[in-house]
């Protein structure tokens, strides 16, 4: 990812210090930084966002065994 050619935003959060407390767990165990964290958590939800506005598509119908066994 090329941030540095980005131009950058700053955004503070306010949150509980409970929910603060289990960002810096995740943020740990990850070996991250809360920025990364946050920036990874809100991709990952483009990402689920965008796939659920995707038509669905059925999935091709599998063959039996007597199908796929040779004549």
């Known amino acids: 990812m090329a941030e540095t050619n980005e131009e950058l935003k700053q955004v503070n959060v306010q949150m509980p210090n409970e929910l ?23 991709r990952q939800e483009w990402g689920r966002r965008q796939q659920m506005a995707l038509p669905l598509q059925a999935a091709p119908a599998k063959k039996s065994r007597r199908e796929a066994l040779p004549a």
Do not use: N, Q, T, Y
């Open 20 to 42: 603060a407390d289990k960002l810096d767990v995740m943020v740990v165990a990850d070996e991250s930084d809360r920025s990364k964290f946050v920036r990874r958590l809100i």
